[in-house]
């Protein structure tokens, strides 16, 4: 995937950790290995200043669709398995679709 736009540093501390508890709280949620950021604030506060925060404004996307097309039968039969086991929308989705892709080569 290539991305082209102009990108914008954060740094008010407060929209950045906002953005953190958002970001963690939306991916983390239905993980198996659900992690928090439960964290005193004074780790939080170290921890955002050893990180660069930024938007991209996005003006281009360019991108190949791949599901593993390239390995064998036997990995791609794998990688769904792993993907299913996960029990998350994205990675049902992901796994459907290399599914379907498999089915269509037969």
Do not use: C, P, Y
């Not at 407060?14 to 439960?38: G, P, V, Y």
């Not at 925060?53 to 039969?77: C, G, M, P, T």
Request: overall charge positive; proline content about 0%.
């Amino acid at each position: 995937m290539h991305v082209t736009g102009r990108s914008e540093i954060i740094i008010d501390r407060k929209t950045i950790k906002s953005f953190l508890h958002e970001l963690t709280a939306k991916h983390e949620l239905k993980d198996r290995n659900k992690w928090e950021m439960n964290m005193d604030d004074t780790f939080i506060s170290n921890l955002i200043r050893s990180l660069v925060f930024f938007i991209v404004r996005v003006d281009k996307i360019e991108a190949k669709f791949k599901l593993s097309q390239n390995r064998s039968r036997e990995d791609q039969k794998s990688v769904i398995n792993e993907l299913l086991s996960l029990n998350n929308e994205n990675s049902i989705d992901v796994a459907q679709l290399m599914i379907n892709n498999i089915q269509n080569k037969i």
